[in-house]
């Protein structure tokens, strides 16, 4: 006999939804691992390319938030919150596969309006549009290559559509520090791909 019908839109709100985490309330955790697992699952699975290290970081996720929700001030929304925990633990698995290559230093002191303007007009539209076949494999092994902070700045920027802001956020960078971590990576995929885009075009 199936159990009783769960209405979780009281929980549409994330001010109710925190509430009742906080109140250890069964139908929040089963609303918040509703609405924020997909999103975390793809995340994970853009910064790993591995969809069994996705789903690890989807668990260690989901465990870590439970953990730390006590020390969650508000500061940022939660969905922010947890999307930064799951970058983080992504970030984790990719440091721990080769060394990382820390922009840093480089962005703080770089000046974005000297950067070239040859990125200026990119759009993540046409990288979508061409998203098939044998291209969508190039620019996903393309996009693999990438060193891991310039793959985490493209992930969320391009791939997700998220603003500088939002990025940085999750991130727990400077927005300087996205601009030039992005264009860095827009045009290292660019390298990457310019053999393979010279001798092909995209499938019709």
């Known amino acids: 006999m199936p159990g009783p019908v769960i209405?979780?839109?009281?929980?549409?709100?994330e001010a109710a939804l925190l509430a009742g985490l906080r109140r250890h309330d069964p139908d929040a955790c089963t609303c918040l691992m509703k609405r924020f697992a997909p999103l975390v699952y793809a995340r994970a699975l853009r910064l790993t390319g591995d969809?069994?290290?996705?789903?690890?970081?989807?668990?260690?996720?989901?465990?870590?938030?439970c953990e730390?929700?006590?020390?969650?001030?508000?500061?940022?929304?939660?969905?922010?919150?947890?999307?930064?925990?799951?970058?983080?633990?992504?970030?984790?698995l990719l440091r721990q596969r080769k060394p990382?290559?820390?922009?840093?230093?480089?962005a703080e002191t770089l000046?974005?309006?000297?950067?070239?303007?040859?990125n200026?007009?990119?759009?993540?539209?046409?990288?979508?549009?061409?998203?098939?076949?044998?291209?969508?494999?190039?620019i996903k092994r393309a996009i693999a290559e990438l060193p891991e902070p310039l793959r985490a700045v493209m992930v969320l920027r391009d791939l997700e559509d998220q603003s500088t802001e939002a990025t940085a956020a999750q991130l727990g960078i400077s927005p300087g520090a996205v601009k030039v971590r992005l264009h860095r990576a827009r045009t290292r995929?660019?390298?990457?791909?310019?053999?393979?885009?010279s001798?092909?075009?995209?499938?019709?």
């Open 7 to 13: 209405d979780l839109t009281v929980y549409n709100d």
């Open 51 to 65: 969809p069994d290290e996705a789903e690890g970081v989807l668990q260690t996720t989901f465990i870590k938030v």
């Open 68 to 92: 730390a929700l006590p020390r969650f001030d508000g500061a940022s929304s939660l969905s922010t919150w947890i999307y930064r925990i799951a970058t983080n633990e992504g970030l984790m």
């Open 100 to 106: 990382q290559v820390d922009l840093d230093a480089i």
């Open 111 to 118: 000046h974005i309006d000297e950067l070239p303007q040859s």
């Open 120 to 138: 200026e007009k990119w759009s993540p539209d046409p990288l979508r549009a061409a998203l098939n076949g044998e291209l969508r494999q190039q």
């Open 189 to 197: 995929l660019r390298e990457l791909l310019a053999h393979y885009m």
């Open 199 to 204: 001798t092909h075009t995209p499938e019709a």
